[in-house]
Structure formats: structure tokens, C-alpha cells
């Protein structure tokens, strides 16, 4: 083991075993937890749990604390990420398709610059955007939904330059009929996530940004289950003629 392993895990046990003294803990319910704990894993919900936990917000923290100055603040990125969405052509770039059932919905152009915390734009920056469509959640949980829908990367123009077009996101509950579902009830914690889009922006020599951005006058801007509303993040939306408007520009700093 490395020393930083011995070191960590040390300190884990030192803090789970004085939890398990203070509280008297059973071999009955040390079983149960157990128990719990290989029910997340086969339901592949540790990363479900580490968010719901509050656990996912402070390592982003602790991650990103020495951030650069004027970079656009990080977020938790969530299980639910699919690896390689299609590129999404034109401007704006629709990065979905309309579905059976998909109810009604304002189409919302999000777009803004992706510079360098250096000066100047990132031309060809990558931004990979997920969420959730007006109904049913991710196209994951949703039959109706065409694979990938609301999901998509987009390629920055020449001068950083990018526009997505899709429809504004609604607030959802995480899912809750799994084992992270039954410990969301047992502690009295409600799943609900304020309506959000995910952003994941790589551009070469530049730090990979992983944020999420939000919308004012949602009722769970205060009570995110999983904790991860940043007031920076929270952006305004207006009406700009048959469709909503919200400028999102993006800084990432240099790597290393
Ligand atoms: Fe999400």
C-alpha cells in the first residue's frame, strides 16, 4: 500500500469504529449494513449514494479549492453521464429529437464563449451537455426518448463561440426505487433535483470543467437533494422572441 493509503484508510477505520462504539452498534445491524451496501453496489448506485450523501458536493470541493481565478466553478457530474454523445451540428446545435408523449416545453438556446483563463478563446473546446427532456427524465429511464436524446457535443466556433439548442429542463427525483431510494426514506431526505443541464468542456492543454448550470425561481434552487447548487452556477433566463435565452460563457484554466 502506498502512504497515502495506509494513511486514509487508517483514519477511515479510526472513524467508523468509534461510530460503531458510540452507538453500541449490533452484530445484527452491522449485518443489515452490510447487506445494504452490496444491494448499492449491485444496483451500481455508489456514485447515487455518494450524491444524496452530500459526499460527492464536498469532495468537488476539496477538489477544486485552489481553483483558478476566473474559472467557471465545477459541480458534482452525477451517474449519469453516457461516453461519447454524437457531435451536434449547426448553430444552434439541437441535441434533441421530439418524442411521443414529450409534453409541452419552451425551447431554450444556451450559449456564450469558452475562453481561456489566459485570455482568449478556445476554438474547437469541446462542450458536452446532458439533461433530462420536459417529461420522463434522462433518455435513459424513458423508452420514448431516442437513444441520446438531450445529450450531445458541440464544437466551439473560432471564437469560442457555441449555441445549443434544447428545451428547458424541469426539476426530477433522483431514483427512488432502488436501495439509495429506500435510505433517502429512512433518513426523511425528499429526491428532488431543481431543473439543471450538465456541462462537461475540455479544450487541449486546459483543465476538463465539469459543471452544471441552474435557473432562478426553481423550487428546489435551496433544497437540492444531492446539495450542489452554486450561486454562480444559477443563471438568468429570458424571453428573446419564440424561445428562451440564457448566456452561459465558460473559462477554463491552463492544466498543471
Ligand atoms: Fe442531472
Request: aromatic share 8%; proline share 7%; net charge negative.
Amino acid at each position: 500500500m502506498t502512504t497515502r493509503t495506509n494513511d486514509v484508510v487508517a483514519d477511515v477505520l479510526a472513524a467508523l469504529h468509534e461510530v460503531l462504539e458510540r452507538h453500541q452498534v449490533t452484530e445484527q445491524e452491522w449485518m443489515a449494513a452490510l447487506a445494504f451496501l452490496t444491494e448499492i453496489g449491485r444496483a451500481d448506485e455508489f456514485v447515487l449514494l455518494s450524491d444524496v450523501t452530500r459526499t460527492s458536493v464536498l469532495i468537488d470541493a476539496l477538489s477544486h479549492a485552489g481553483d483558478e481565478e476566473g474559472a467557471t466553478a465545477s459541480d458534482v457530474e452525477g451517474p449519469l453521464y453516457v461516453e461519447d454523445p454524437p457531435v451536434r451540428e449547426g448553430s444552434p446545435a439541437k441535441i434533441y429529437d421530439e418524442y411521443e408523449g414529450m409534453g409541452d416545453a419552451d425551447v431554450l438556446i444556451v450559449g456564450g464563449t469558452v475562453t481561456s483563463t489566459t485570455g482568449g478563446p478556445l476554438a474547437g473546446a469541446v462542450v458536452d451537455v446532458w439533461q433530462t427532456g420536459p417529461s420522463g427524465g434522462y433518455d435513459i429511464w424513458d423508452d420514448r426518448q431516442p437513444e441520446m436524446n438531450f445529450r450531445g457535443k458541440i464544437i466551439a466556433a473560432e471564437d469560442g463561440g457555441y449555441r445549443i439548442q434544447t428545451m428547458l429542463p424541469k426539476p426530477y427525483t433522483v431514483p427512488t426505487d432502488g436501495p439509495t431510494g429506500r435510505y433517502l426514506e429512512a433518513v426523511g431526505q425528499h429526491p428532488w433535483r431543481p431543473a439543471h443541464i450538465h456541462f462537461k468542456v475540455s479544450a487541449p492543454g486546459h483543465r476538463t470543467l465539469v459543471t452544471q448550470v441552474f435557473f432562478p425561481d426553481d423550487p428546489y434552487l435551496d433544497d437540492d437533494t444531492i446539495g450542489a447548487v452554486k450561486p454562480a452556477l444559477v443563471r438568468p433566463v429570458e424571453r428573446r422572441g419564440d424561445h428562451l435565452g440564457c448566456d452561459f460563457d465558460i473559462a477554463l484554466a491552463p492544466a498543471g
